[in-house]
């Protein structure tokens, strides 16, 4: 049966209609056990007999939040979700407010986090933050780098798309999936390091598309639900019909993308191009999710396994033109660099 990711029960939708519920739901991200008493946009998981979660989430409406006790480390506006932002820092933990959604506070060890949503807060929004900047911030207080990045797993490894917005990520992901990849993540990809390599951790079993993307990339005639109140960009359940992956994936390359829009007499070529690692690993750290949220020396913590993933997986350029039409070249591309990869090591 399709997994309703806003209602995988009845007493989940409920959750969902309303940012506090009484009872609590379990979820399985980024490799973390969390418990929240509001409802995520992805499939909860059967109530857990007992144990203690990674990362619990409680709803406290109607309270006010306690003051920061430490100064604003950052400041920005959400192209995502539309909403400043402005993210405090202190031993007491840090304080995520967002216009119009509310308030988080998270604790210095950030096991626990305190929703205080505005009046009207738009349930699905608050979801999707939770599952995003939040959770995030979570896995980057455990030790693990977040790559803003789209990534596939092929028959030759896993492969990260990064990049600024709008050039393609989820798109060139979904380009991958139509032909048979697998899934590691759409929007944040968390890195582990192991003894044979730096591995990619899977995500939540969902894509943020525009309609055109799906249609087009993806063949798909759905109407799918709306990624929140008046977005333009659609929400896409993997729901069986495109494979997540199951377990953590070694990395083999991450291709920083340049879309570009030829002229009707130009070539429209592919092209791959090499970084040498010191570029490589500046293009990882300025690809760091929230990356304005840490402190640096949180984010020089994470140097040793981003340069390590920058020596084991290289980094690459890839220009490729605008236009659906253009996918096959660019799956073919692609593939082919990877393919020369695993035969170079």
């Not at 455990?142 to 989820?170: E, M």
């Not at 359940?237 to 007499?265: I, K, N, Q």
Request: net charge neutral; with cysteine; aromatic share 6%.
């Amino acid at each position: 049966m399709p997994i309703d990711l806003f209602a995988t029960r009845a007493a989940h939708a409920r959750a969902a209609a309303t940012p506090r519920v009484a009872a609590s739901f379990w979820y399985s991200l980024y490799g973390m056990r969390v418990r929240s008493e509001v409802a995520l946009p992805v499939p909860a998981l059967a109530p857990a007999e007992g144990g203690t979660p990674d990362l619990a989430i409680r709803c406290l409406s109607g309270a006010s939040p306690p003051e920061p006790d430490g100064p604003m480390v950052a400041w920005a506006p959400c192209r995502v979700h539309g909403a400043d932002t402005r993210v405090y820092r202190g031993p007491g933990g840090a304080w995520i407010w967002m216009r119009d959604l509310g308030t988080c506070h998270i604790s210095a060890d950030a096991r626990q986090a305190d929703l205080y949503p505005a009046d009207g807060a738009d349930p699905r929004t608050l979801g999707l933050v939770l599952v995003g900047p939040i959770a995030l911030y979570a896995v980057h207080k455990r030790g693990r780098p977040t790559l803003h990045a789209s990534a596939v797993v092929t028959a030759h490894g896993a492969a990260a798309f990064v990049g600024p917005p709008n050039q393609g990520k989820s798109t060139i992901a979904a380009c991958f999936l139509r032909r048979g990849a697998a899934l590691l993540t759409d929007d944040a990809l968390p890195l582990q390091a192991r003894d044979d390599g730096v591995y990619g951790e899977p995500g939540p079993p969902m894509m943020k598309l525009w309609r055109a993307t799906a249609e087009c990339a993806l063949a798909l005639s759905d109407d799918l639900p709306d990624l929140m109140a008046g977005s333009p960009k659609k929400l896409l359940a993997l729901d069986g019909r495109f494979v997540l992956a199951e377990a953590p994936a070694r990395m083999r390359a991450v291709y920083v993308l340049h879309r570009y829009d030829p002229a009707p007499t130009d070539p429209t070529d592919v092209v791959v191009k090499a970084l040498n690692q010191r570029d490589g690993l500046a293009v990882l750290l300025a690809q760091t999710s929230n990356r304005s949220y840490l402190l640096p020396t949180e984010q020089a913590a994470f140097l040793p396994l981003l340069a390590r993933l920058v020596a084991q997986a290289p980094v690459r350029i890839l220009s490729y033109p605008s236009g659906f039409e253009h996918q096959e070249a660019v799956y073919a591309r692609v593939v082919g660099d990877l393919a020369m990869e695993t035969e170079a090591r």
